[in-house]
């Protein structure tokens, strides 16, 4: 199956600070990509989609001031958590699709905790 | 909002038996698919049924859909070890297509 990359796999910052994570798709053109945030034993949430070459769509309740999406190109997309805090620790998850989005290829994920 | 409810929530059987998983969910759907994740990792596609599907095979994995029941079962033979996992029905709505709608997961444990 196609191979989606995240970097970094694991983050340790200092509350106040932005951290940016990278998604990606190695094999493969992704025209959309997805980010999820998954907290401990919990399923994923979907936080916001994002297709090449246009702004990010955000879901109910997630500050997209605080959450900054960028999908420059068919292979990367980054999320830059702003002014990070505490509550902001968790693990990000992206995920790719190509074109008809019938399946979507995940990343390992990166954890984010936040002193 | 999650969509898909799975069903136990925890597994714990030995190898060689066989493990079951249901997924219940609400809307109407283009199609369902069941991700496994091990602890700490990204998710990793096992199957995808379509809405006009009601079984598909692969390898030890079984799924079936009951579209009248909007529910779907997971079904993996001949359990390993290395089946340890938590198990994800994902599911796309038809009326938000390509947006994942997962489920809370079912956790399995498999002891040798």
């Known amino acids: 199956g196609a191979v989606v990359s995240q970097h970094p796999s694991w983050v340790i910052c200092k509350s106040g600070t932005s951290v940016k994570i990278e998604c990606r798709s190695l094999?493969?053109?992704?025209?959309?990509m997805f980010w999820y945030r998954q907290f401990p034993k919990q399923s994923l949430m979907l936080m916001a989609t994002s297709n090449e070459g246009s702004k990010a769509t955000y879901e109910q309740g997630v500050e997209k001031d605080k959450f900054l999406i960028n999908h420059a190109s068919l292979t990367l997309s980054t999320l830059t958590v702003t002014s990070a805090h505490p509550e902001d620790s968790s693990f990000y998850i992206c995920?790719?699709?190509?074109?008809?989005?019938?399946?979507?290829?995940f990343g390992p994920g990166t954890r984010l905790l936040v002193l | 909002s999650q969509q898909g409810e799975e069903d136990p929530q925890a597994l714990s059987i030995q190898e060689g038996e066989n493990a079951t998983m249901n997924c219940s969910y609400k809307?109407?759907?283009?199609?369902l698919q069941w991700y496994r994740q091990n602890s700490g990792r990204g998710l990793v596609h096992l199957i995808l049924i379509r809405s006009n599907e009601r079984e598909k095979h692969s390898g030890r994995l079984r799924v079936t859909l009951d579209t009248s029941k909007k529910s779907s079962s997971l079904l993996i033979t001949a359990s390993r070890a290395a089946d340890t996992a938590s198990y994800f029905c994902?599911?796309?709505?038809?009326?938000?297509?390509?947006?994942?709608?997962f489920g809370a997961g079912t956790q399995v444990v498999v002891t040798p």
């Open positions: 094999d493969f053109q992704a025209t959309t």
């Open positions: 809307t109407s759907i283009n199609n």
């Open positions: 994902a599911t796309v709505p038809t009326d938000s297509w390509g947006k994942f709608q």
């Open positions: 995920s790719a699709a190509y074109l008809t989005q019938e399946t979507q290829y």
